[in-house]
């Protein structure tokens, strides 16, 4: 039997397992999938962009490291990191617990928002890429 994983319907996804919520200022919350830390399994220590820093759409920002291995983070749209999830430092585990809420990783000013969210998944384009990768 497959293993299931959450995919929600709010954010948008990239096919590297990041997920990409609008916020109420515009600014865009950022993390990684149910589907990404399960492959990763237990994190322990996430590598964070710098607040100010550049990010470009689906280009690496950072990795999560776990006992299993090293996985880089792709950002799902461009921008300048506006915050970074502190309490990942103390507790990586955190984004195996909570991936799409407490456990987000960074907080994007986005440049081209409505342009580049055409480039994304929907929650029902990366459920099938996830039945495809698993099966």
Do not use: C, H
């Not at 999938?33 to 690496?60: F, H, N, R």
């Not at 996985?71 to 507790?91: E, F, H, K, T």
Request: proline content about 4%.
């Amino acid at each position: 039997m497959a293993e299931e994983y959450e995919v929600r319907g709010i954010p948008s996804y990239t096919k590297e397992d990041t997920w990409a919520k609008v916020i109420g200022d515009g600014a865009v919350k950022v993390g990684i999938t149910d589907y990404a830390q399960k492959m990763l399994s237990e994190i322990t220590y996430v590598d964070l962009p710098e607040v100010g820093s550049a990010v470009v759409q689906l280009e690496s920002f950072g990795s999560a490291e776990s006992s299993k291995s090293v996985a880089d983070i792709y950002s799902p749209i461009s921008g300048i990191v506006a915050a970074v999830n502190q309490d990942l430092a103390d507790d990586p585990e955190m984004i195996n617990r909570d991936p799409y809420d407490a456990g987000w990783i960074i907080e994007i000013t986005p440049s081209n928002l409505d342009e580049e969210l055409k480039n994304l998944l929907s929650a029902d384009e990366y459920k099938a890429l996830i039945k495809e990768k698993t099966s």
